[in-house]
């Protein structure tokens, strides 16, 4: 079975500070790969996604990610961060053709001060 | 922007009674699934439905649990008798297609507390 780890449980920046998060599976097979956002008190809504092609995927509001498959990685970066950026952060991951089953990691809640 | 919703947000109950969660999904999609996430931990996978079938579900989906689309519009999570550890935030969601490309958009969730 799948897992996925997210290394940060809680990261604190200052505005314009520069934003990674980690996100580590493990699957021997193809994979699709999702970075999911929450905001506080707000249901959780899909940042960007990886299916194939170029590795380096661009999401909403200003958030990519690359994926590394040498390294079964998925790390979601933004260059300036903002204080509307403070939100709880899921990395999930669902094998290519086996099913529907999303696994998530175990988030990773950040704080942006203003 | 089309939304998933979730009624009711919050559901206390005692231990032992029934519980019903409602989800509306999006009013094209064709896959329905819950998901779960006990405090502290990480978001689970409960169930997939699809053209009115279970078509996946974890082991945490035991007997005591059932889902249905009682109607075209609503889908439905049905815990038979709750226990302590059925406490979580239940998060429904649904997808257009299945499988390959899909992506799944959730719900707000419902937080299930049971004392």
């Known amino acids: 079975a799948q897992s996925v780890s997210q290394h940060n449980h809680h990261v ?25 956002v929450q905001y506080p008190g707000q249901h959780l809504q899909l940042l960007l996604k990886y299916f194939s092609g170029d590795p380096l995927v661009k999401g909403i509001k200003g958030f990519e990610a690359e994926f590394i ?6 790390n979601l970066r933004k ?12 990395c999930a991951v669902r094998p290519r053709n086996a099913g ?15 | 922007e089309p939304e998933v919703t979730q009624t009711p947000s919050h559901q206390v109950t005692q231990m032992g009674q029934e519980v019903i969660l409602r989800c509306v999904p999006i009013s ?11 405090l ?4 689970e996978f409960l169930v997939s439905f699809y053209n009115n079938e279970i078509s ?11 889902v249905e689309r009682p109607d075209g519009s609503n889908f439905t999570l ?38």
Request: hydrophobic share 35%; proline share 2%.
């Open chain 1, 12 to 36: 604190i920046l200052s505005e314009a500070a520069s934003l990674e998060l980690g996100c580590n599976y493990s699957y021997g097979g193809t994979v699709n790969l999702f970075w999911y």
């Open chain 1, 69 to 74: 498959k040498s390294k079964f990685s998925f």
């Open chain 1, 79 to 90: 260059p300036s961060v903002q204080w509307s950026d403070t939100a709880e952060y899921f």
């Open chain 1, 100 to 114: 529907n089953m999303l696994t998530f990691g175990g988030g990773t809640r950040l704080m942006v001060k203003p």
């Open chain 2, 28 to 38: 094209n999609h064709l896959y329905f699934y819950w998901y779960r996430q006990i």
């Open chain 2, 40 to 43: 502290g931990q990480k978001v």
């Open chain 2, 56 to 66: 996946e579900k974890s082991e945490i989906f035991d007997d005591q649990f059932s």
């Open chain 2, 78 to 115: 049905k815990i038979r008798s709750t226990k302590l550890e059925d406490s979580a935030m239940y998060f429904c969601a649904s997808s257009e297609l299945g499988g390959g490309t899909d992506t799944q958009y959730f719900g707000p969730g419902t937080r299930l507390t049971v004392l």
